[in-house]
């Protein structure tokens, strides 16, 4: 079978000496063929195999630089970018759109603050997926029977299993992207006033939420009962008598994970039901996260390392006896400042990204579906490592990796059987930031989307913000390697204040402040890329 690397040598040029004629092919040259044809051959290959050939010879790169699929595919490789399949666009309007998205992150420094007086009264931000993000608020509260037009709410009450009159509202905000062509809408859900942890999925159209020890999964668009659940809508956390309290719930394509029992992490299938995995963690972690659908990473302070449970092989292991059990998790080691435990503690917290790790659609919220987005396989894993008491307050820093280096490591490892990976296998591809020392502050969990993460808390003398980004494939590779830091300048009425939190969604970067009872929005302003 003759392939393209039969053609092509990316050490030696074409155009100079013409190759030989291949035994058994009448095909001398790859530029023999039509170039329609070429462009298709092209389209399969990746990103090296392509640039590759641009650097082949002229006439190569003359047909990827005049074929817009090819350009197209190159730029969304360079920055970490899918197609979104399912957009109506053609591929020169997409090329134009993801020159726009590009150009607005370049240019986000100078972008504008806009009030969003919406939120004021509010509580923060419960969830982050996407372009989404969801708040609450009492039922009770005078706002909630009558919305201002130029708000342009709707009212939408859950499942019909739930109570006939709903206790919490919770309001449903999507937020615009002009180069992605997604437009601003929101809209309230009414839940029960029980109704504990929740999580979304803007990609599934999901919500989860616990109320009485059960699972709820609804719609996010209109709480309906979500059409892929195999049950009336929801379905106990366990079979027996049980009642633990599940906390910090996290989703990701069929399963849904929580904390519970204070130190052991859960698995549910949400569209089935069914207990997945229980117990993953014996001893106490610090926080979790999925690192794709079948893989749930935890930090474990204590021992100042990372986890990584596979779900599918903790499933069969749990279908035998305990003492024949031989499924451990993969052990990823830090290296960090030995400390006295005994006067200093230290907390390692995953901050979950906002981008959901399995999508192959942008959305199917109606109005949302977007002609790309960023690539799950290039998101972000962020650790904030926090040492206390140190002079005032703590000592924080952050460790930036791609969750993809975790998952080859992981792979990697069951070959060799080494369950436990030294600081040394695996920081080439680790970065961190500088330590900074600061008073206890308030923290902002939802500050990572995709390859891009927002520093906590901002600089206050000089009223700014940082974001880091770590493009896959930077054409720039000077100062750190290939993140790029950026500077967001404060609105003027939240500048001055050290209780500033953020979250960053898709295409936008949200800053507010509570009220001095800390349970409210009293401002908020955001940034549109």
């Not at 490892?413 to 008073?439: E, F, H, I, Y």
Request: aromatic share 8%; proline share 7%; glycine share 4%.
């Amino acid at each position: 079978m003759v392939t393209l690397s039969d053609f092509i040598s990316p050490l030696r040029p074409l155009a100079s000496t013409p190759l030989p004629l291949l035994p058994g092919s009448t095909i001398t040259h790859i530029t023999l063929l039509p170039e329609e044809l070429i462009v298709k051959v092209l389209e399969s290959c990746d990103f090296k195999q392509v640039v590759a050939c641009q650097l082949t010879c002229r006439a190569l790169n003359q047909v990827i630089s005049h074929s817009a699929r090819l350009r197209y595919k190159l730029e969304l490789s360079k920055h970490g970018m899918c197609d979104g399949t399912s957009s109506f666009l053609g591929t020169a309007d997409k090329l134009n759109l993801l020159a726009a998205h590009v150009t607005a992150w370049r240019n986000l420094p100078s972008a504008k603050p806009q009030k969003l007086g919406l939120l004021e009264g509010w509580s923060a931000p419960r969830a982050v997926s996407g372009n989404i993000l969801i708040f609450s608020r009492d039922g009770n509260h005078p706002d909630s029977s009558a919305h201002p037009p130029s708000q342009s709410l709707r009212y939408e009450h859950t499942q019909e299993h739930t109570s006939p009159k709903p206790g919490l509202d919770l309001l449903v905000l999507r937020l615009p992207s002009t180069p992605r062509q997604v437009e601003a809408s929101q809209w309230v859900l009414g839940l029960p006033e029980d109704a504990g942890e929740l999580c979304i999925d803007a990609s599934q159209d999901l919500l989860i939420y616990v109320l009485d020890c059960k699972f709820y999964a609804c719609t996010l668009s209109t709480g309906a009962v979500h059409p892929l659940v195999q049950h009336d809508g929801c379905f106990g956390l366990w079979d027996d008598t049980r009642r633990f309290d599940v906390f910090n719930l996290c989703v990701c394509g069929d399963y849904v994970a929580a904390g519970t029992r204070l130190y052991f992490i859960s698995v549910w299938n949400w569209k089935t039901g069914d207990l997945v995995s229980d117990q993953i963690s014996e001893v106490i972690f610090s926080s979790f996260d999925f690192l794709d659908e079948h893989h749930i990473l935890y930090s474990v302070s204590r021992e100042d390392s990372l986890y990584v449970y596979d779900l599918r092989r903790g499933a069969e292991q749990q279908q035998q006896p305990q003492k024949q059990r031989e499924t451990e998790p993969v052990r990823f080691r830090l290296a960090l400042p030995p400390i006295n435990r005994a006067t200093t503690t230290r907390y390692i917290q995953l901050r979950r990204n906002a981008l959901p790790p399995t999508r192959e659609n942008p959305s199917v919220i109606e109005g949302s579906s977007s002609p790309f987005y960023a690539d799950q396989r290039e998101r972000l894993i962020v650790l904030r490592v926090v040492t206390s008491p140190v002079e005032r307050g703590e000592e924080q820093f952050e460790l930036h990796v791609p969750a993809r280096v975790l998952l080859n490591h992981f792979k990697a490892s069951l070959q060799t059987k080494a369950m436990v990976l030294p600081w040394s296998a695996w920081c080439d591809a680790a970065r961190v930031t500088n330590p900074r020392w600061l008073p206890y502050t308030v923290q902002a969990h939802m500050v990572t989307y995709g390859m891009r993460a927002v520093s906590h808390p901002p600089d206050w003398d000089e009223g700014l913000l940082y974001v880091n980004s770590y493009l896959p494939r930077r054409e720039e590779t000077a100062g750190d390697g290939r993140r790029t830091r950026q500077a967001v300048r404060l609105p003027n009425e939240l500048s001055g204040k050290a209780d500033v939190l953020s979250i960053l969604s898709e295409d936008a970067l949200l800053c507010y402040t509570l009220d001095s009872s800390m349970s409210t929005i009293a401002h908020a302003y955001w940034y549109s890329f």
